[in-house]
């Protein structure tokens, strides 16, 4: 079965930084591309990163861009989401999700964690 | 980035009725849209993609069609698991979702 699971949200001031990380199981990691995505109840879902099976391609919403850095450790089977310089925007559940080897869609989503930038 | 619009927000049926809800980009995105169901404190889940595909799992009663800027998701003979927000999501470019459609008794 596969699962995703997120950890490292949390309550963290503006200007601070978080680092989330996603437990992959059930399927082979490596083979797969990721992505985040994240959900406000006012904006909705919104595409945040994405990062291919060999971590060669890197791309970011310019929402973020220059303040989030995603990367993954394929031996460990987990993706990372490093997040520095946090506004009040970013305050969002973030997910894990797996991109369908054929689809360009997004297959397999974790259960989220709750990021809330305040102070 | 590509604007998807999403039609209606909301909608009231009942159990047995069929439902449509309508996707519009703002550009051609050829047949790169997928659709969600994303059920209260739940992550979304995969319906159906590029345009008609049907996850696996998913019951035949969930269907897609359109291309270009427009598409259709319709549930047919609604069952009361299928009340939840749906989402439609082009994957042509940068990927962005539309504003989801809440399904309601």
């Known amino acids: 079965e596969v699962q995703l699971v997120e950890s490292g949200g949390g309550l963290v001031q503006p200007g601070g930084s978080l680092r989330l990380s996603c437990a992959a199981s059930?399927?082979?990691?490596?083979?797969?591309?990721m992505n985040w995505v994240r959900q406000t109840p006012g904006k909705g879902l919104e595409w945040v990163s994405y990062i291919s099976d060999s971590s060669s391609t890197i791309s970011y919403a310019d929402s973020v861009r220059g303040r989030f850095t995603i990367s993954r450790d394929n031996a460990r089977n987990s993706l990372y989401l490093q997040m520095n310089s946090l506004r009040a925007e970013d305050t969002a559940v973030y997910y894990c999700a797996r991109e369908m080897l054929t689809g360009n869609c997004l297959d397999y989503w974790g259960q989220g964690t709750l990021v809330t930038v305040s102070s | 980035d590509i604007q998807m619009t999403q039609s209606p927000s909301s909608l009231s049926a009942s159990v047995g009725d069929r439902v449509t809800i309508t996707c519009r980009a703002s550009q051609s995105i050829s047949r790169y849209l997928n659709w969600y169901q994303q059920k209260p404190e739940k992550a979304p889940k995969l319906l159906i993609y590029t345009v008609s595909g049907l996850q696996s799992g998913v019951p035949s009663r969930f269907s897609g069609s359109g291309s270009g800027t427009d598409f259709t998701l319709t549930i047919n003979s609604l069952q009361p698991e299928d009340f939840a927000t749906y989402y439609c999501q082009q994957s042509y470019s940068t990927p962005t979702f539309g504003g989801g459609t809440k399904v309601e008794i």
């Open positions: 059930g399927f082979n990691f490596g083979s797969y591309s």
